[in-house]
């Protein structure tokens, strides 16, 4: 999953039931990080590798509430 922020807001993004890999953060290859929430900074992109192994709904959100009443977040259907 890649993530581009185009605002100047921090968003703790958390992926429920699964772990993820951080790949880049901010143009910064990383690997061996694993994780289930990260910070995405302003204007920062980030990239994470996860295997989908827990099947059914997923929720993937930000963790700053006023974010998710406006619509940050998504349900992945995992199979
Ligand atoms: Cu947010």
């Not at 953060?25 to 910070?39: C, E, N, Q, S, Y």
Request: net charge neutral; proline share 4%; glycine share 8%.
């Amino acid at each position: 999953m890649r993530l581009r922020n185009a605002s100047d807001d921090i968003h703790p993004l958390h992926l429920h039931r699964h772990t993820f890999e951080l790949t880049h953060i901010a143009g910064t290859p990383t690997r061996g990080l694993r994780k289930d929430v990260v910070m995405l900074g302003g204007y920062q992109t980030l990239a994470f590798d996860f295997t989908a192994d827990q099947p059914g709904l997923s929720l993937f959100h930000c963790h700053q509430q006023l974010h998710m009443d406006y619509g940050f977040m998504i349900l992945l259907r995992c199979s």
